[in-house]
């Protein structure tokens, strides 16, 4: 929740206004009381201590306070100094992006916006890949990439962590028979920038396939394979959701389109998890996540002849409440019910718009509760993607 502040000059060196406006180095630390003397203490052992000052202090509500001792230099709102701070920008965004985004961010400074609250509605804390990975074989898992891509090395992290033998395999490699697709449980179109972007994201990717007939045959086969399974992120899930009548009950997906913000959107979202039949989110159901997002092209558009079911919608952005929004930059991309993932109807196919890999470490989070340990509730999926293929 938003929180207010007030801050007392009085304890700085010379003239407290002229203190704000100085050039010289220096930095602002927010500290919790039980850790104050152990801060102390750190500054006190490099010699620095009369460099540190203490000036104020979070407060429930969202008042601003500046004083000097009893002197009150200022008191207003959280609302509208951070309006004013942030006007010139949202009337440049106004020019710059679509306006009916930038007025959507701009409203949310009034609204009783929550932060970064995580659910997780199953125990993160039982590695259930733990027993495949001390064996010996362990099932191929091919990390597919295409010119531009590049989060393929986070992809093969969090599958390797999960128990897989996980193989980079370039689109040239498949193209040119290094390489087939026969020798793979699973698969992972992973994200980046395929082509610069330029063909528009993931579509030069999937023309690639579908114009070349022995890649298209092979991609189709494995598809059909009922011990395959594969994921799309990012650049992957548009990718494969252009292949969608090459997939069994993939007949449904969407498009992914420019975003309405007509901007590329790096950020971090929360999105909840729903009941599907996809393969890697088995038990994860009712869980609330923060995940980063990098994309252009992400915003759902459903074709006239289908359109999608609760049980389709693997997961969606949600705001503070943790109900789905439509309210940008909650939803980065505009898209509607804030649907970011589907499966196909049998649950071995699965694409999403965010990007997992990125964030399957604790420590890749901005923000993670210390419970969660060295994995974050993200290395499920590729976990339960490991206990599937045995």
Request: with cysteine; charged share 20%.
């Amino acid at each position: 929740a938003r929180s207010g502040l007030c801050v007392d000059l009085s304890g700085l060196p010379g003239e407290s206004i002229a203190q704000c406006f100085n050039e010289e180095l220096g930095a602002v630390i927010q500290v919790s009381d039980d850790r104050l003397q152990q801060v102390e203490a750190i500054f006190d052992q490099f010699g620095v201590k009369d460099c540190l000052t203490m000036i104020g202090r979070p407060t429930k509500d969202e008042t601003i306070c500046i004083c000097s001792g009893e002197k009150n230099l200022l008191k207003t709102d959280r609302a509208s100094l951070q309006k004013r701070w942030a006007k010139t920008s949202f009337e440049m965004q106004k020019l710059r992006d679509n306006p009916e985004c930038a007025d959507q961010e701009f409203a949310l400074i009034d609204m009783p916006v929550k932060g970064i609250e995580p659910k997780v509605a199953f125990d993160w804390s039982d590695n259930i890949s733990a027993p495949y990975l001390s064996l010996d074989a362990k099932p191929k898992m091919a990390i597919l990439r295409e010119q531009g891509v590049n989060g393929q090395v986070e992809m093969a992290a969090a599958f390797h962590a999960a128990g897989f033998d996980a193989i980079d395999v370039h689109m040239s490699d498949l193209i040119a028979g290094r390489v087939s697709l026969d020798a793979f449980k699973g698969l992972v179109a992973c994200g980046g920038f395929s082509y610069g972007d330029v063909l528009g994201a993931g579509e030069g990717w999937a023309k690639n396939i579908r114009f070349n007939a022995k890649l298209r045959d092979q991609f189709a086969a494995f598809f059909h394979r009922e011990d395959s399974f594969s994921l799309g992120v990012c650049n992957g899930c548009q990718m494969m959701s252009l292949l969608k009548d090459l997939i069994p009950g993939a007949e449904h997906w969407p498009r992914f389109v420019k975003n309405q913000s007509e901007q590329f959107e790096a950020r971090v979202a929360q999105v909840k998890i729903n009941e599907s039949p996809s393969i890697l989110f088995t038990g994860m159901a009712g869980s609330v996540l923060p995940v980063a997002v990098a994309h252009g092209e992400g915003r759902v558009v459903m074709s006239q002849d289908h359109s999608l079911i609760a049980g389709d919608q693997v997961m969606q952005y949600v705001d503070g409440e943790h109900q789905p929004t439509e309210h940008y930059p909650l939803n980065p991309n505009g898209s509607p019910e804030g649907i970011t993932s589907v499966c196909s109807t049998d649950g071995r196919a699965t694409i999403m718009m965010p990007h997992p890999e990125r964030v399957f470490r604790s420590v890749s989070h901005s923000y993670a509760p210390k419970s969660w340990g060295e994995y974050s509730p993200w290395m499920r999926i590729f976990a339960n993607a490991r206990q599937w293929v045995d």
